[in-house]
Structures are given as structure tokens and as C-alpha cells.
């Protein structure tokens, strides 16, 4: 890989990463805000859809707390499917944008929660958390809990066909730095139904102050630099705070001592042309020491969020790993 200097990718896939480059450039402000008035218009938006449509998928929002706009997303597959199933997991999943920007309804997101939902078949929980700078840490993993405990007290609305005592929590980029630490604080609390039995990483948002080889090496890759990733950083952490905040450094100098925690067993998807591999990597190992289970998949040739675009034969193969993966746990707590 060392002589690999560009990912060979379409030119869709790379034109559209530039695209959303654009977007965060012409959004995000030197001030560490966001015009959320231009970026209404030009973040493009899918609505629910009840109907069963071709990819027999139906979906829905259901409001959790309106007072911080805590909401998700609701993707249940055909009767048809669920009544061969008998009982089916439940996902939920958070989605990435630099804790800054996306939202369930975002179309990359709805898109790929539907296919999910009709590729294992699973129930998905798509959550609609509160965003930076508006809301900084930890308000995104508090919103996270309280998905939990919601869905610990209100599972049939799920639908009858819904285990939620198979959950698994899934997230790419910010979302799975949020799912990390949502892992970590569930255990704490208790809950009288829902099982967290697998945790699903895609590209997790970690980092910290120091400046490792992938991120100088792939300075010019689409999506992510270290001047977007700090940007991101300083409008999440608390005012005062350096990047080995444990928000996001989680396995640094200032890490938690996991080594007790209940924590779930972990699958760990990381690309070869994405800055943060290194600091992913570092997860990784920083699991393995602190006694838990984790499996690590990389796809040398693949950029931040590739997985947006579900003809990459490495996005397929992603999808089957998610699939083998949930299989597993579900088999192994029987």
C-alpha cells in the first residue's frame, strides 16, 4: 500500500466526496459556526415513507423529546420478511458529519439504513442527536442513553417482530465515536429489556494532539484533513479542552479504564486512505489490551465514507461482514 499514492476509486464516488467538501467549506465558518440557513437548502432530503416500495422497506420518525429535537428514524422490512424471521435484531445506528452536520433524514443516510434494514433483514433505529456547536459534548452521547432507555420502555413501537434483546449499535465517522461512549455509559444504568449484544465501528472519529502518519501522509484526500478534523474537534470538545480530551483521544493519556466495563463485542472497519486510520488502529489495539473482543476489517484501497456508495464491491463486502458478525452474536448468546 506504502506505493499507492491516490485510492483508485470511480470518478462518481471521488467527485461526490469533492462535492460534500464544497459543501462543509462553503457552510462551516472561520468562527467555529455553521450556517444552518444555506445548508437547509443544499443538504439534500429524503421523507419517510410508510408504504412498503420496491425495496420492501417502510419508514417512519417518531419523536423522543422535542424540546432537543431527539428524534429517529424507523426502517421495518416487508411482512413478508419478518414473518419468515419470526423475531428480528434491532440496529441502531448513528450517523457521522463531523458531530456537525447530517441527520437521518440526510439522503447518504436514509439510503444506506434502508439498505441495511433490507440486507440482513433487521429493524433500524436511525437517531437524530443534537449537533455542534449548538450542543457540544457530551450532549450527543446523552442523547444517545436516552435513546436506550426510550426504547427499553417503548419497544412495540418497533413493531411486534422487533428483539430488543438483540440490539446492536452501529455508527460511522462521529457516530462511532458516539456509539464508544454510549457502550460504555448503557452499562451503568439499568435497563429491564434491551441488550446491547454487538457494537458495529465504521471509521470512528477519534484523534488527538499528536499528528500520526496517515493523517500527515493523506493530507489531500476528500472528506477529512487535519484542518477540517481540528475544526471539527474544537467545536465539539468543552471550551478549554485539546484534542486528548477522552471524548475523542478515548484510548490516550486521559483514557478511561475499560478493563472492567461490560463492554460489547466489537467489529472495527477502517480504510487505508482515511487520515484517522492510525488513531483507529489505535482503538483497536487499545480494545485487545483492555481484555474485550474486537475484529478488525480494513479496505486498503477505500476513502472516509465510502461506504455511502453501495455498489463498491468493498461496500458489499462490508455488508456481509455486519451480516456474519450479528449472526455470531445472536448464536453465541443462545
Known amino acids: 500500500m506504502a506505493s499507492i499514492t491516490k485510492p483508485n476509486l470511480p470518478w462518481k464516488v471521488t467527485s461526490t466526496m469533492y462535492i460534500l467538501d464544497a459543501i462543509n467549506d462553503i457552510t462551516g465558518r472561520s468562527n467555529g459556526t455553521i450556517n444552518r440557513?444555506?445548508?437547509?437548502?443544499?443538504?439534500?432530503?429524503?421523507?419517510?415513507?410508510?408504504?412498503?416500495?420496491?425495496?420492501?422497506?417502510?419508514?417512519?420518525?417518531?419523536?423522543?423529546?422535542?424540546?432537543?429535537?431527539?428524534?429517529?428514524?424507523?426502517?421495518?422490512?416487508?411482512?413478508?420478511?419478518?414473518?419468515?424471521?419470526?423475531?428480528?435484531?434491532?440496529?441502531?445506528?448513528?450517523?457521522?458529519?463531523?458531530?456537525?452536520?447530517?441527520s437521518p433524514s440526510s439522503v447518504f443516510y436514509h439510503l444506506f439504513c434502508r439498505f441495511l434494514c433490507r440486507s440482513f433483514p433487521a429493524v433500524v433505529v436511525s437517531v437524530n442527536y443534537r449537533l455542534t456547536p449548538e450542543h457540544r459534548f457530551p450532549s450527543q452521547n446523552d442523547d444517545g442513553l436516552e435513546i436506550l432507555r426510550f426504547l427499553d420502555q417503548n419497544g412495540d413501537i418497533l413493531g411486534k417482530y422487533a428483539d430488543i434483546s438483540?440490539?446492536?449499535?452501529?455508527?460511522?465517522?462521529?457516530?462511532?465515536?458516539?456509539?464508544?461512549?454510549?457502550?460504555?455509559?448503557?452499562?451503568?444504568?439499568?435497563?429491564?429489556?434491551?441488550?446491547?449484544?454487538?457494537?458495529?465501528?465504521?471509521?470512528?472519529?477519534?484523534?488527538?494532539?499528536?499528528?500520526?502518519?496517515?493523517?500527515?501522509?493523506?493530507?489531500?484526500?476528500?472528506?477529512?484533513?487535519?484542518?477540517?478534523?481540528d475544526w471539527y474537534f474544537k467545536m465539539f470538545l468543552p471550551d478549554g479542552s485539546n484534542r486528548d480530551h477522552e471524548a475523542i483521544n478515548v484510548c490516550g493519556p486521559n483514557a478511561m479504564d475499560i478493563s472492567k466495563v461490560d463492554y460489547p463485542n466489537t467489529l472495527l472497519f477502517v480504510g487505508g486512505f482515511d487520515p484517522l486510520v492510525d488513531w483507529q488502529k489505535r482503538y483497536y489495539e487499545w480494545l485487545r489490551k483492555s481484555g474485550k473482543e474486537v475484529?478488525?476489517?480494513?479496505?486498503?484501497?477505500?476513502?472516509?465514507?465510502?461506504?455511502?456508495?453501495?455498489?463498491?464491491?468493498?461496500?458489499?463486502?462490508?455488508?456481509s461482514k455486519v451480516k456474519d458478525f450479528m449472526i455470531k452474536q445472536i448464536v453465541n448468546m443462545n
Open 37 to 102: 440557513r444555506l445548508l437547509a437548502l443544499i443538504d439534500l432530503k429524503i421523507p419517510p415513507s410508510r408504504n412498503f416500495n420496491s425495496n420492501g422497506v417502510s419508514s417512519s420518525d417518531v419523536i423522543v423529546d422535542s424540546t432537543r429535537n431527539l428524534w429517529f428514524r424507523l426502517f421495518i422490512p416487508s411482512s413478508t420478511t419478518t414473518i419468515a424471521a419470526k423475531s428480528l435484531p434491532v440496529i441502531i445506528y448513528f450517523h457521522g458529519g463531523g458531530f456537525a452536520y447530517m
Open 166 to 229: 438483540k440490539c446492536f449499535l452501529m455508527g460511522d465517522s462521529a457516530g462511532g465515536n458516539v456509539i464508544h461512549h454510549v457502550a460504555v455509559r448503557v452499562t451503568s444504568i439499568k435497563l429491564q429489556i434491551l441488550k446491547v449484544i454487538g457494537l458495529v465501528s465504521i471509521q470512528p472519529f477519534f484523534g488527538g494532539e499528536e499528528r500520526t502518519e496517515s493523517e500527515i501522509r493523506l493530507k489531500w484526500v476528500p472528506i477529512l484533513s487535519m484542518d477540517k478534523t
Open 295 to 319: 475484529e478488525l476489517i480494513e479496505y486498503p484501497n477505500m476513502i472516509h465514507a465510502f461506504f455511502y456508495f453501495h455498489d463498491l464491491p468493498d461496500t458489499r463486502d462490508l455488508i
